[in-house]
């Protein structure tokens, strides 16, 4: 076995373990918490569904889907923060470079470049790429949410306006599905899901 391969096969079994790293989110039909592997999954499927819908026609889906599979990948060691932890929040940034430098590293140089780059991308959020990944990725949960009568946002009490934050990508990025979400927090709203 080359060493290129050697490595690319380590590196393949550290990203296995991201079928373990639990979410805050349930899955659909409310069995139990989903796991990174399967919200990457999902952000890659809806990304490719609604990509006719994208606001920009620079995106080119191929790098989004690409996107989607490394995004979360850094939370093998970083684990997951839930995105209303104001507390988690505060050093995530430097747990998650931590752990993108000890897993991308486990790659051939020229792939470490690739994913590492392609995850710093996505975190920054600037290219219409990342804007249109950033957007599904924010999408996922909240449909997820919905689909569990409010299950993230009743438990934690997320108020309103933090739900219509975390969604605003939506807006500028999917326009056409605004008013889906617009409709979602109303009649989550009318359902007390979520604080007003």
């Avoid at 290129?4 to 899955?27: G, H, S």
């Avoid at 952000?43 to 889906?61: C, G, N, Q, W």
């Avoid at 599905?177 to 979520?194: A, H, N, T």
């Amino acid at each position: 076995m080359t060493e290129k391969l050697k490595r690319q096969f380590e590196f393949l079994v550290e990203a296995d373990k991201m079928k373990n790293i639990l979410r805050q989110t349930m899955l659909m039909d409310k069995s139990r918490q989903e796991t990174d592997a399967e919200h990457s999954w999902h952000f890659a499927l809806m990304a490719l569904t609604f990509y006719e819908y994208a606001a920009s026609d620079k995106v080119d889906i191929n790098r989004v889907i690409k996107m989607a599979l490394v995004h979360d990948l850094v939370e093998v060691y970083a684990g997951d923060t839930f995105a209303y932890d104001l507390i988690g929040n505060l050093d995530k940034e430097k747990r998650e470079k931590e752990a993108a430098d000890k897993l991308f590293s486990l790659l051939p140089k020229k792939q470490e470049e690739e994913f590492r780059g392609l995850w710093e991308e996505f975190d920054k959020a600037e290219t219409p790429d990342a804007l249109y990944a950033s957007a599904i990725d924010r999408l996922q949960p909240f449909l997820s949410n919905y689909k569990t009568d409010g299950y993230t946002w009743v438990k934690y009490g997320v108020p309103i306006d933090d739900i219509y934050k975390r969604v605003a990508p939506v807006k500028e990025i999917l326009p056409e599905l605004w008013g889906f979400v617009e409709f979602v927090i109303k009649d989550s709203c009318e359902k007390g899901y979520i604080k007003k």
